[in-house]
């Protein structure tokens, strides 16, 4: 629902074509609506296939969801006697398990349907090793293990232009706005930062508030009861005395669930800590985790074998993350490395306690592990894609 980042919309070798959105259908029980719904994208989405230029290749990118895309690019395929490359983030049929359970039909119909058209791809890609291992074991599809990467422009972001974007989100989002007016009257002021007015610098002024972050899809595979929890957790401790700093939580997002969510938030009453979930423009937001000081993920894979890419972005800004535990995570997330660990909302308060005892000192776990992730250099999005897909299609740079 949000506009593509500039650098896909000014590229010369991509192009967007739009499928509408299915609107309106309230006829029925859900069950029928559902399949009129598959039907009708089915229709959609091949019309669409069928009216671009001959490809080379299909890729299917960021599987889930399946159905109908794989059936579809399938035939598409076979029109245009183009390879079908399938990239396996996930799989739908756990997804919709989290909502109508494992033995529930259209459960096992969509593990049904995964299995027999995921074998008819030429090509498949995967994001981790054990989903790598499962696709073998259990469905006979061989794939190649890519791991998500950032793209090029999730990087810290320099204290100018930090000062920017929170002079121009505190238009929006109060918690963003300097919660006093400065002693210099020719300052300018954020929650965060402040542009002198003797010389036009930008400082981080003593005291500031540190500011957490959040992304989501709002769904049912990310409890964010967990973080409001460790939210309350952490404002006892400065009630009790802990020398911390107040904070700003930013969750950031759309879903189904944001609703429910801002309720719960609507009933707290902090006083060292707000929370805002602001909708950010595509640009903004990897600006916003390459200034924030510290990221939160509740991503629980409903099959156990992807990554969240939420903290591949964090990461790439160099942003230390505590990341809530699931199978494979040690993957991605290394515990007392690049980040923590933890399993309940009581470990995480006490991580959060941890990391900002002595912010905003360059002393203590916070720092180190963001200079961990500024030395390992790992590859950007482009540089790993020629080293692992370019040569899978006899392709050679």
């Not at 010369?12 to 074509?17: C, D, E, N, S």
């Not at 990461?315 to 007392?336: D, M, S």
Request: proline share 6%.
């Amino acid at each position: 629902e949000s506009r593509p980042h500039r650098d896909v919309l000014r590229s010369a070798h991509i192009r967007l074509v739009p499928v509408a959105e299915l609107r309106g259908l309230r006829v029925g029980p859900k069950l029928f609506q559902y399949v009129v719904k598959v039907l009708v994208q089915s229709v959609q989405l091949l019309y669409t296939l069928l009216r671009i230029d001959q490809p080379s290749y299909i890729l299917l990118q960021q599987n889930p969801p399946g159905l109908p895309s794989i059936a579809v690019a399938w035939v598409a395929g076979l029109f245009w006697r183009s390879k079908l490359i399938i990239d396996w983030h996930n799989y739908g049929y756990t997804i919709m398990s989290l909502s109508h359970g494992r033995n529930h039909p259209l459960v096992q119909i969509a593990k049904w349907y995964e299995k027999l058209f995921g074998r008819l791809s030429d090509y498949n890609l995967c994001v981790t090793n054990a989903m790598k291992e499962d696709l073998w074991i259990n469905c006979s599809i061989k794939a190649v293990t890519l791991y998500d990467r950032p793209a090029s422009y999730f990087r810290e972001t320099p204290l100018e232009l930090r000062h920017r974007l929170f002079l121009k989100l505190a238009q929006d989002y109060e918690p963003f706005g300097a919660g006093a007016e400065p002693v210099d009257p020719g300052a300018e002021r954020s929650a965060f930062t402040e542009r002198e007015g003797r010389d036009g610098r930008v400082v981080e002024p003593r005291g500031r508030p540190a500011l957490l972050i959040s992304s989501t899809s709002w769904t049912e595979d990310e409890d964010f009861s967990v973080l409001l929890k460790a939210l309350e957790g952490y404002e006892r401790f400065i009630d009790e005395g802990a020398k911390l700093p107040a904070l700003v939580c930013v969750i950031t997002g759309k879903g189904p669930l944001k609703d429910y969510y801002n309720g719960l938030i609507q009933k707290l009453h902090f006083k060292h800590i707000q929370i805002c979930t602001p909708w950010l423009e595509a640009e903004d937001y990897p600006l916003l985790l390459g200034s924030a000081d510290l990221g939160v993920c509740l991503h629980k894979s409903s099959s156990g074998l992807d990554l969240p890419m939420k903290v591949v972005d964090m990461f790439g800004c160099c942003l230390p993350v505590c990341a809530i535990y699931f199978e494979c995570l040690h993957e991605l997330v290394k515990h007392n490395e690049n980040g923590l660990i933890f399993r309940d909302w009581r470990e995480l308060a006490e991580q959060l306690k941890m990391l900002f005892s002595e912010f905003p000192s360059l002393e203590g776990k916070l720092h180190s592990f963001r200079q961990n992730l500024r030395a390992s250099k790992e590859l950007r999005w482009d540089e790993s894609w020629d080293q692992t897909v370019l040569p899978l299609l006899g392709h050679r740079e």
